[in-house]
């Protein structure tokens, strides 16, 4: 028989990351294209998250794009819609290696979480199988028990209030910031946020809860510039942009560096400023 070698997944270096006070990077997939997916992992991110939440991807898309982001050599992971039974279990039985799970506003929407990511006795999840324990090294049931990275999402004013709660509930490995939907639970812009406002704020009290924990906090960032202001803070979990942001962003730089004087077409200045992420 001729074979190529594929190696096996000892343990989740995202998870591992974020246990041991590093930070991880990753971006988001929102394209909705194994391909970009392919080449957002040979770039280097830690992990690729599938935004099933705020992107138009299907799910066979969804698995197709765990399977590239994995043979690049990137933790596959989703961000499911919502934190849900089914959702969840479907999306961890497609082969995700860990879950941001939205609108996590409370110790008993942390555990429904929890409960829905692992098997009894820890939790309810159903045992059929997945198509990425062939992957593993070991038993995936087992290894799930450990490895999988839980992370749940802190974008309301009720999480933030709630945030040590949330962090110290057993099984989560970490929180992620959505800074948008913080702004508008806050009752600002998304764009008025940054140093010296209440969102600002509001994300130190959540970076406070977790250093009180022990749990990693993360956000998701604009660019590589907050991306590094984050790490030196302390955050872990960070997202710079995704695959639909940074293309839009490059191409419109791009765009906008042509000559135009010959009238080959108009300047945009809105070019690659249209989408957040
Ligand atoms: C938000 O900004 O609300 C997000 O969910 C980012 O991922
Ligand atoms: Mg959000």
């Not at 999402?153 to 099984?171: K, P």
């Not at 960032?221 to 202001?229: G, K, M, Q, T, V």
């Amino acid at each position: 028989m001729c074979s190529i070698d594929i190696n096996k997944i000892k343990t989740n270096p995202v998870t591992d990351k974020l246990r041991s006070g590093q930070p991880s990077v990753g971006t988001w997939l929102s394209l909705c294209s194994p391909a970009a997916a392919e080449t957002m992992a040979h770039i280097g991110w830690d992990w690729l998250v599938v935004d099933v939440e705020h992107s138009p991807v299907g799910f066979d898309t969804m698995v197709n794009c765990f399977r590239a982001a994995q043979l690049g050599g990137a933790i596959p992971m989703a961000r499911v819609p919502w934190n849900d039974t089914i959702w969840i279990q479907r999306t961890l039985d497609a082969g995700a290696l860990g879950l941001v799970v939205p609108m996590v506003n409370s110790a008993e929407d942390a555990q429904h979480v929890v409960g829905n990511m692992k098997y009894a006795t820890r939790g309810q999840r159903s045992f059929g199988g997945s198509r990425i324990a062939a992957y593993i090294d070991g038993d995936y049931r087992t290894w799930t028990d450990e490895n999988l990275a839980i992370i749940v999402m802190i974008e309301t004013v009720q999480a933030v209030e709630n945030a040590e709660a949330i962090l110290a509930t057993e099984g989560v490995v970490g929180c992620f910031i959505g800074p948008n939907d913080l702004a508008l639970s806050l009752g600002i812009h998304p764009r008025e946020t940054g140093p010296g406002t209440v969102h600002e704020a509001a994300m130190m009290e959540v970076l406070a809860a977790a250093k009180k924990t022990g749990k990693a906090a993360g956000k998701h960032c604009f660019s590589a510039a907050e991306l590094n202001l984050r790490i030196k803070q302390g955050f872990q979990f960070l997202a710079l942009s995704s695959d639909l942001g940074l293309m839009s962003k490059a191409a419109g730089e791009e765009f906008n560096a042509i000559d135009f004087s010959g009238g080959a077409s108009t300047r945009n200045e809105e070019a690659g400023k249209q989408s957040l992420y």
